[in-house]
T-cell receptor, first 116, second 109 residues
């Protein structure tokens, strides 16, 4: 149980375009989803926290108009990188926490984004 | 501020034992996690400690001392596949995960 999927697993896009990454909890209802970014040889950096049906809470320094997060259902959250630049190239990972769970997050496999 | 410290890199020999330390200073404490992350992959859960003491799970054990703000992950009978980064993360008073930078463990034959 507690499986989280991400799609796509990797994507290449051109500068100025937008790309959407999906995060799904396959066998549980995720009341809270988290989006992380990880640059090479660095640790995970939390970008935002989203609760189903409400606006995401962004970490300091993360542009909410550039990284659009939608958590429309208890099994799906999406991250849209708008007007992508090469410096947005990174490994994006989502995680999900189920209702009643105080601590454990289940991670998706990650999405490798390359902006050319 | 919130801070988690762990060594950047460690090297150990196949079949040996290695201990990866983690110290933390956070606003509140609701548990400490250890995750394993292989290059290019997402983290996978190893252990969770919220009470003081040692939790053993197969070849991996995790220890916590809340009074000292200290934890360690102990890996026994090291295998080549254990080469990975090991991330220490603490859940603060808001149940947010605060991540350490990770310890890259290199296993040599």
């Amino acid at each position: 149980g507690a499986v989280v999927s991400q799609h796509p697993s990797w994507v290449i896009c051109k500068s100025g375009t937008s790309v959407k990454i999906e995060c799904r909890s396959l066998d549980f209802q995720a009341t809270t989803m988290f989006w992380y970014r990880q640059f090479p040889k660095q640790s995970l950096m939390l970008m935002a926290t989203s609760n189903e049906g409400s606006k995401a809470t962004y970490e300091q320094g993360v542009e909410k108009d550039k990284f659009l997060i939608n958590h429309a259902s208890l099994t799906l959250s999406t991250l849209t990188v708008t007007s992508a630049h090469p410096e947005d190239s990174s490994f994006y990972i989502c995680s999900a926490r189920g209702e009643g769970e105080a601590y454990e997050q289940y991670f998706g496999p990650g999405t490798r984004l390359t902006v050319t | 501020g919130q801070n988690i410290d762990q060594p950047t890199e460690m090297t150990a020999t196949e079949g040996a034992i290695v201990q990866i330390n983690c110290t933390y200073q956070t606003s509140g404490f609701n548990g400490l996690f250890w995750y394993q992350q292989h290059a290019g992959e997402a983290p996978t859960f190893l252990s969770y400690n919220v009470l003081d003491g040692l939790e053993e799970k197969g070849r991996f054990s995790s220890f916590l001392s809340r009074s000292k703000g200290y934890s360690y992950l102990l890996l026994k009978e090291l295998q080549m596949k254990d080469s990975a980064s090991y991330l220490c993360a603490v859940t603060d008073s808001n149940y947010q995960l605060i991540w350490g930078a990770g310890t890259k463990l290199i296993i040599k034959p």
